[in-house]
């Protein structure tokens, strides 16, 4: 990079932003587990958050190797994201019916709203004991 310090700040600055928005969303996805522990998909959704997390630890030695010579944690950072990157990778076609599966909120309104109607309709066709 020869020095230049407008370089050297562009890409320290573009790696501290894509390591805060991958902690946002890694952090997103920690949210929704915990509201949702029901999930079918959970383990791809652990394996995404890891998978996430460790893009962003790839970015931040990256940034720090601009300063101090770290290639072997640079190295050892990236090995483990790509084992967790290809784990994913794999693991996401094989869930895809599972996902499919699961209603939209649209067909789960539209089955509750039928519900509705079908005990409204009962209770209509009751006699009533008077």
Request: hydrophobic share 55%.
């Amino acid at each position: 990079m020869l020095w230049k310090a407008w370089l050297v700040a562009m890409h320290a600055g573009s790696d501290i932003m894509i390591v805060a928005s991958y902690v946002a969303i890694r952090v997103g996805i920690w949210l929704f587990l915990r509201r949702r522990n029901e999930m079918v998909l959970r383990p791809l959704a652990i394996l995404f958050a890891l998978f996430i997390f460790l893009c962003g630890l790839t970015h931040l030695v990256q940034m720090v190797t601009l300063w101090y010579p770290i290639s072997d944690t640079q190295g050892f950072v990236k090995l483990a994201t790509a084992a967790v990157s290809l784990a994913t990778a794999i693991l996401i076609f094989p869930l895809i019916p599972k996902a499919l599966a699961i209603p939209s909120p649209r067909a789960m309104n539209e089955a509750n709203e039928g519900l509705r109607r079908e005990i409204a309709a009962r209770n209509e066709a009751k006699p009533t004991n008077k």
